[in-house]
């Protein structure tokens, strides 16, 4: 799960540095996508395997609001941090990539959702079938 992380950030990092977003635009939804997939599977995994914490075996609906409500959390850190990123450092480096746009930020922050539930639902199928959730 770390290593998938990580392969994720690394590819961010390319792709920003090589322009890679400004040259292919759906690769920016593409990252928002796995990202978004990748923390709703975290939350199933965290709440339920970890040992760390234990979610209630409560109907799969309950599931679905507590990783879309985490992940909702999240991509909205995200794009603070994106903001934060433009304004005061991306802009030294180099003015002419960065401009705001409340469209791809609404944009991110759906994909993100979008995305979450749909791996939200994968890990709660996958939960199911082992008998650790209650169907609801």
């Known amino acids: 799960m770390v290593l998938s ?8 990092l390319i792709a920003t540095i090589h322009y890679l977003y400004w040259k292919y635009k759906y690769l920016d939804t593409i990252l928002h996508f796995l990202g978004g997939v990748w923390l709703g599977l975290a939350v199933i ?28 959390l999240v991509g909205v850190l995200w794009e603070f941090f994106e903001f934060f990123i433009n304004e005061y450092v991306a802009i030294k480096i180099d003015p002419d990539i960065v401009k705001l ?8 922050t759906f994909s993100d959702l979008f995305s979450a539930l749909f791996g939200s639902l994968i890990s709660s199928f996958i939960l199911l079938k082992r008998g650790n959730a209650k169907q609801g």
């Open 101 to 108: 746009d409340l469209k791809d930020n609404s944009k991110d």
């Open 5 to 12: 992380l990580l392969a994720i950030l690394l590819f961010h």
């Open 45 to 72: 995994w965290y709440g339920y395997y970890s040992n760390k914490i234990s979610l209630p075996k409560k109907p799969l609906i309950f599931t679905i609001i507590i990783v879309l409500s985490f992940t909702s």
